[in-house]
Structures are given as structure tokens and as C-alpha cells.
């Protein structure tokens, strides 16, 4: 059984920063890649980013590239979403999820899905 846990939602004010953790466990769990997505309240769930876990690449939205940054710790297991500089729209439930086979990295096919970590950015 695979299960990722999301740590380090808050509340920020804009242009502030808050970084995400995902853990994942499960005694074989390999990620090939983890990613991030995020639901506004009445939005859709729309992808943030994603890393592939043996190449380091790495994968944005176009609202979010140059503002945050996806990194890993292979050792840990855990994906970290750095996000900086961040505005009121940024505000939603971020998951992070994981998938242990090749997939495309912004689409919503991943196996595995954490229950979401809510961050809230003040105007």
C-alpha cells in the first residue's frame, strides 16, 4: 500500500513563500514521477508541476514557472514544491501524486494521490 502525505500548507500573505513536502511509503514504492495539482474552490484540479525522479526533469504551468520550484530527496522519498512570490490566486488544496510507470507528466493519470494540503494567500 502506497500512501503520500502532504505537509507545510498555511496561510501567507502575497509575496510570501511556503514550501510543500510530500512523503511517499510503501516498502516498494519506486516513483518514476511525482507531480503537484491544485483545486481552487468550483475549479477544476489543474497541475502545478512535476519531476521525474531518475532524470531530475522537471515540468510547470505557465502560472507558476519562474515562481516555483519542484525538487526531491531520493533518500526521503519525498517531493518538495518551493513556491515564492505567491498571489491570491495561487490559493487552493495542493496534492501531490505519484506514479511508479512512465506517464505524462501534467496529466491527471498518476496511481497515487495525497489528501491535500491547503494553502491560503492573503491580499
Known amino acids: 500500500q502506497v500512501q503520500l502525505v502532504e505537509s507545510g500548507g498555511g496561510l501567507v500573505q502575497t509575496g510570501g513563500s511556503l514550501r510543500l513536502s510530500c512523503a511517499a511509503s510503501?516498502?516498494?514504492?519506486?516513483?518514476?514521477?511525482m507531480g503537484w495539482f491544485r483545486q481552487a474552490p468550483g475549479k477544476e484540479r489543474d497541475f502545478v508541476a512535476a519531476?521525474?525522479?531518475?532524470?531530475?526533469?522537471?515540468y510547470y504551468s505557465d502560472s507558476v514557472k519562474d515562481r516555483f520550484t519542484i525538487s526531491r530527496d531520493g533518500a526521503k522519498n519525498t517531493a518538495y514544491l518551493q513556491m515564492n512570490n505567491l498571489k491570491p490566486e495561487d490559493t487552493a488544496v495542493y496534492s501531490c501524486a505519484a506514479h511508479p510507470r512512465p506517464l505524462v507528466p501534467w496529466r491527471h493519470e498518476y496511481a497515487y494521490w495525497g489528501q491535500g494540503t491547503q494553502v491560503t494567500v492573503s491580499s
Open positions: 519531476i521525474i525522479w531518475n532524470s531530475d526533469s522537471t
Open positions: 510503501g516498502r516498494t514504492f519506486r516513483a518514476y514521477a
